[in-house]
């Protein structure tokens, strides 16, 4: 674990010596290990991140200054690993507790354009439901209800405008 070993393996290293990383990795995996495990918190994390520290030294050894402190330098290399998971760990749990919100508001606001939908007349609510959840068109709707296209498209409109009062009604409601 002295400097004069290490100096000796990164250089044989950069010569394209495989074996003389393996002893490197051989030295320093359990101080690289520990130093994962701490900041990371689970063993499975560490381990994972410490075979990504050890990949990440042997692709960049020729970025390493001084040849007999390689230790220091690849815990460098691991603390910043870490850091950026610990950032991945904390961006991916606001995202989900962002989509959770919206997953709670979403039945809500469908639940509040249900109860809207349901309270619309009939003569309102059938072309409006076909238009929109049943993807027919206006033609096709005159058609199904013996009514004029013009009609079809008046009672549209209509259904919508009243959705509206009845969707803002509920958020004056609310306030």
């Known amino acids: 674990m002295n400097d004069a070993a290490d100096d000796n393996a990164v250089q044989a290293c950069r010569q394209?010596?495989?074996a003389a990383y393996?002893?490197?990795v051989e030295r320093h995996y359990r101080r690289v290990f520990a130093l994962c495990l701490g900041m990371m918190g689970s063993a499975h994390d560490a381990e994972d991140l410490t075979q990504e520290v050890m990949l990440k030294g042997f692709t960049n050894i020729r970025k390493l200054s001084d040849a007999g402190r390689?230790?220091?330098?690849?815990l460098k290399v691991a603390r910043n690993l870490?850091?950026?998971?610990?950032?991945?760990?904390?961006?991916?749990?606001?995202?989900?507790?962002?989509?959770a919100v919206e997953q709670v508001r979403e039945p809500h606001a469908d639940h509040d354009l249900e109860r809207a939908i349901r309270r619309l007349p009939l003569e309102l609510r059938v072309p409006l439901?076909?238009?929109?959840?049943?993807?027919?068109?206006?033609e096709?709707?005159?058609t199904i209800l013996n009514i004029s296209h013009s009609l079809v498209c008046q009672r549209i409109r209509a259904a919508r405008n009243e959705l509206h009062a009845l969707l803002m009604e509920g958020d004056h409601d609310e306030r």
Do not use: H, N, V
């Open 22 to 24: 393996a002893t490197l």
């Open 16 to 18: 394209g010596d495989k």
């Open 129 to 138: 439901t076909m238009y929109y959840f049943e993807q027919k068109d206006a």
């Open 140 to 142: 096709t709707i005159s």
């Open 70 to 74: 390689f230790e220091p330098w690849i």
């Open 82 to 99: 870490c850091l950026d998971a610990l950032r991945r760990r904390k961006r991916l749990k606001a995202r989900a507790a962002e989509q």
